[in-house]
């Protein structure tokens, strides 16, 4: 492999990439199951599949600006407003994915090739 392509795709751990590529898996799977009888045109469903490749990137880039912004301080809420919070984040990751995986893996790239100096 590439040492750009390894730092960068690579640069999740594996067990990272698949369980976010499953919570991934969820929002294609809930686009299926609402459209009932109704079918989506190819790119529906080409625009799923890169969304779902690129959400654990793209959720990286999120828990990091997250991570950096809030810091080591905890809220305390109920479970609904924390699950509730979650999944529109999540879903907002999935989304926008295309846009925010470039970062993460910019991201990836700069901390995996300043670690190899």
Do not use: Q
Not at 71 to 95: E, I, P, Q, Y
Request: proline share 7%; glycine share 10%; hydrophobic share 50%.
């Amino acid at each position: 492999m590439h040492p750009v392509l390894a730092k960068t795709f690579g640069g999740l751990s594996p067990a990272s990439y698949v369980r976010h590529f499953l919570f991934g898996l969820l929002f294609p799977g809930l686009l299926y199951m609402a459209s009932g009888s109704r079918t989506f045109p190819p790119a529906v469903w080409a625009f799923a599949l890169a969304c779902s490749v690129l959400y654990p990137y793209a959720r990286f880039a999120y828990e990091g600006v997250v991570g950096y912004v809030v810091g080591r301080n905890a809220f305390l809420t109920s479970a609904t407003v924390l699950l509730f919070t979650k999944f529109v984040t999540m879903g907002g990751c999935w989304l926008f994915a295309p846009v925010i995986a470039p970062l993460g893996l910019a991201w990836l790239y700069w901390h995996h090739r300043d670690a190899n100096r």
